[in-house]
Every structure is written in C-alpha cells, then in structure tokens.
C-alpha cells in the first residue's frame, strides 16, 4: 500500500489567502482592516522602518557626522617581525606563506613588516614595505627583505568610463 501518494493537510490547515479591501461581503472593505485614520492607517507609515523610533529623531540622524572614508585608499596589512619565527629556518615568506599561517587575512593592497619582537631564523622576506627596525633585524639574523613593486594605483569606475575630449580643429 503507497501511504505517500494519500498523504493529506489536516481539516483547517491550508487557508485561502486574505483579500482586503474588496468590499463589505469580505469582513475586510473600506479600510482593510487598518481602522481609521492615523499613521498606522495610512500607506507608507514610518513606522515598519527598522530605525524608526516613535517620531523622535532617530539617532543616525542625531550625532554629527566626523571624518572621512577614502574609498582610493591602500588597504595595508601589518606583520610583526616577532611573528615570522613560525617559519623554518632559511624559508622564503611571501603573501601566501602568511596566509597559510594565518598571520593576515582579509583583502588588503599592501603588506608592510614592523619591527616588533625579535627574529631567531634566517629568512627571505617578500613584502611591499619594511619599516626601519624590521629591516634592520631580518638582516641582522642573517636574512633578506626583499620589497616587492607598489600596487597599481586605484582607478576611479567614473574616470575609466568617461571618453577622451574630442580635438578641435
């Protein structure tokens, strides 16, 4: 016997969906249910809006705007020279090692090694900057910074659509 092809919804459980506003005879005519007049009556009422706080100026709106965001600007990740002694001995460290190890993570434009801890290990070191002291310890455990090129510069999606200036003449 195929019980699955019998299967039904219980008595009551499927309902027709609501229709508002389409007359007297529905229960629901005239004013679809929303009673009359007010906010919560009208189309569009504020008050279903997730930052609405009961007609109060909103606190988005209430504390002043600081600062600006440069959206052209370099995303740079920073590494410690102390946390490259994960690494074995003579190993050469670009982006992906650091990855690998987790020692960054995300998406940045610019990697720059700082000089805070001590490094035990001869390494190779591939990144885009190199503070002083960074430098200065890589070697003076007998390894190598190496700078890699800066990254290409950010190009603005308006300045790459826009057409070169037509000559005159």
């Given at each position: 016997m195929d019980i699955l092809s019998k299967l039904q919804a219980p008595e009551g459980a499927v309902t027709g969906s609501r229709r508002v506003g389409r007359g007297p005879g529905s229960g629901l005519g005239k004013t679809a249910g929303r009673g009359q007049k007010g906010q919560k009556a009208?189309?569009?009422?504020?008050?279903n809006k997730r930052h609405f706080q009961g007609g109060q100026t909103p606190l988005y709106r209430r504390l002043p705007k600081?600062?600006?965001?440069?959206?052209l600007a370099d995303v740079v990740a920073n590494v410690n020279v102390g946390a490259l002694d994960v690494f074995a001995d003579g190993?050469?460290?670009r982006t992906e090692d650091l990855r690998g190890k987790r020692l960054v993570r995300g998406r940045f434009d610019v990697l720059k090694i700082l000089g805070?801890?001590?490094l035990t290990k001869k390494l190779t070191v591939h990144a885009h900057k190199f503070s002083a002291a960074a430098r200065e310890k890589i070697e003076k455990a007998g390894g190598?910074?190496?700078q890699l090129a800066p990254p290409a510069p950010h190009v603005k999606a308006d300045a790459a659509k826009a057409k070169p200036a037509k000559k005159k003449g």
């Open positions: 009208r189309s569009k009422g504020n008050i600081r600062g600006f965001d440069n959206p190993s050469e460290i805070e801890g001590e190598k910074a190496v």
